[in-house]
Each structure stands twice: as C-alpha cells, then as structure tokens.
C-alpha cells in the first residue's frame, strides 16, 4: 500500500475473478463489498452461481478476516449451502487498488487456485455526479 493509505481505505466495492489451479482458463467474475476496521476484515462476495449445488443464478458469500501491513486473509462462507468457508491469502498491491492470492477448498482433496480484486472507483464516480450536477 501507499505510504497515505491507511487500512480503512481498502473498505469500498470491488470486482475481480477466480481460477481454478486444475482448469485452463476457465474463470469466474465476482464482486465484493469490504469493510475493514482495526486490522479486520467483513463483506460478502456476490457471483454466478458455478458450483450446480443450488438452483440459484447467484451465488452470496461472507468475507471474515485480517489485513496485516499488505497482507490480507479471509474466509469465504457461502450462504444457505453447506459447504466448509474457502481459505484465501493475498497481499494489497498497486497504492491499494489491488489484491491478488491465493484460495484453497477442502482437506484432504484440496482445490486451489488464484484470485485478483481491483478497487472500484464508486464515491469517485458520485461525488463527480453530484460535483456535475451541482454546476448545472
């Protein structure tokens, strides 16, 4: 992270994708909302519905963890399915815009594979529109 950003500015909507380490290509998007205060971390992830265990297009998920310096860890636990949480690693990047790792499914047959989170500029965006509209 940047020398002025502090570990509250990683709180905000954020988009990114998921691979699995076994499949070649085959990713899926999702989006985020996260809040951290005190060096912890809440939100929930929304996404396509990719696992064919529900009949639901999409799939909400809970974001439990800790922001140590760049360094994040998070559990994912899908909602209303009865799935153990999905283990996931990463470090902040690029003056907090970014957040790449690692996520991990299952012991002893584990599922790997990596994800990447890019910040969205949504206050940015809002307070130009309303910075717009006042001038009119």
Not at 22 to 45: E, M, P, Q
Not at 109 to 115: A, I, Q, V
Request: glycine residues 10%; contains cysteine; negative net charge.
């Amino acid at each position: 992270m940047g020398m002025n950003d502090t570990p509250c500015a990683l709180s905000g909507v954020w988009t990114g994708r998921f691979q699995r380490e076994d499949t070649d290509g085959d990713n899926a998007a999702f989006s985020a909302w996260l809040k951290v205060a005190n060096g912890r971390i809440s939100g929930s992830t929304l996404e396509p519905n990719n696992l064919q265990c529900t009949e639901d297009n999409e799939l909400e998920a809970q974001l439990r963890g800790h922001l140590d310096g760049s360094e994040v860890v998070f559990l994912k636990t899908y909602q209303g399915l009865d799935l153990e949480p999905i283990y996931c690693e990463g470090v902040v990047t690029e003056e907090g815009q970014k957040i790449t790792g690692k996520w991990f499914y299952g012991w002893p047959n584990e599922l790997s594979g990596t994800f990447e989170m890019t910040r969205q500029a949504v206050k940015a965006k809002a307070d130009q529109a309303l910075s717009n509209e006042v001038r009119r």
